[in-house]
């Protein structure tokens, strides 16, 4: 197993979507075979809920950023492969602690370090900041990839470019002095939440221009939409990726959830696009398309 890409879902404000984003493609992930971990590190703890834990770890973020170390924090949820690791803050001590030492700034990312191999994808969920937050800071420090998904009202997405902006740049070393220095990894931004209205679809339109020219190219936006839908919610109330709640759409020109979420992953990742998800219960791994079109076979739900 080689060495785990690592996913920081951020915005820079909160109610967004991304910790059903976060839930959601660590889901699929795992029916694609994939070994996950997701990692909460807002103190409300909405990633930490959202799927039922089958053996719940005695640590979690705290003792887990503090140390250094993973070990005894990783719990693992009732879905095979798919792992988290809780926030146990709901004081924010974190973020005093980390500011104490420069170098606190780096133990999220050696921790991550610890379990490269264990995983394919670790997803870390994000409180919305402006880039202030502490750790939201470390999250970034540790990734590879932001992900950052966004409301396609335009007032709401030009305050959004603007901050995001702002953001990148206060992360980034100063000109001249980047040796030794960690970089800022690049952003790709998630229009989320588009219904067909016309305004919609002009704003998720006009911020793919203004986001690239605004942040000179370090931003992108991915070609794949998430439309508003109910089933997103209703997924997360029953605690399962919304890939297996919503199969199919009948009469209806929107994507399921399971297309939607299923076009994201090829998007960020087409080495996976021959693999088709499988969550049956007798524990079969997922199949490949190929298979798939010889054997008849289809998706057990």
């Known amino acids: 197993m080689g060495v785990a890409k690592k996913y920081a879902v951020i915005s820079t404000k909160g109610g967004v979507g991304k ?13 694609l075979g994939q070994r ?21 770890a005695p640590h979690g973020l ?6 250094a170390d993973p070990t005894g924090c ?16 709901p004081d924010k001590s974190l973020n005093n602690w980390i500011r104490q030492s420069s170098s606190h700034f780096q133990y999220l ?21 402006d880039g202030t937050g502490e750790l939201q800071e470390l999250a970034i420090r540790a990734s590879d990839i932001l992900l950052s998904p966004i409301a396609p009202e335009w007032v709401a997405a030009k305050e959004f470019v603007r901050n995001t902006v702002a953001m990148l740049k206060r992360l980034e070393p100063p000109p001249g002095i980047q040796a030794g220095l960690p970089t800022v990894p690049p952003m ?24 690239y020219d605004e942040s000179r190219g370090r931003v992108s936006i991915l070609d794949t939409v998430v439309p508003s839908m109910a089933a997103y919610n209703q997924a997360a109330g029953r605690q399962m990726p919304v890939h297996r709640y919503e199969t199919k759409r009948y009469n209806s020109p929107t994507p399921s959830a399971h297309d939607t979420m299923l076009q994201l992953v090829h998007e960020l990742l087409p ?14 791994n997922p199949v490949t ?8 076979q289809k998706t057990t739900l």
């Open 188 to 211: 790709l931004g998630l229009i989320y939440g588009l219904d067909r209205s016309t305004d919609t679809q002009v704003a998720a339109q006009q911020l793919r221009k203004t986001f």
């Open 62 to 67: 705290r003792r887990m950023v503090m140390t």
């Open 289 to 296: 398309r190929k298979e798939e079109e010889s054997h008849g």
């Open 109 to 129: 990312h050696a921790a991550m370090l610890a379990i490269d191999e264990a995983y394919d994808y670790i997803i870390i969920d994000t409180k919305g900041s």
């Open 271 to 284: 080495h996976l696009a021959d693999i088709v998800p499988q969550w049956s219960t007798d524990g079969q």
């Open 74 to 89: 990783i719990s693992q949820t009732a879905i095979p492969n798919l792992d988290l690791i809780v926030s146990d803050d």
């Open 19 to 31: 910790t059903t984003l976060a839930a959601n493609l660590g889901g699929i992930l795992v029916d």
């Open 36 to 56: 996950v971990l997701l990692v909460d590190t807002d103190h409300q703890q909405s990633l930490s809920t959202y799927y039922p834990l089958a053996r719940p």
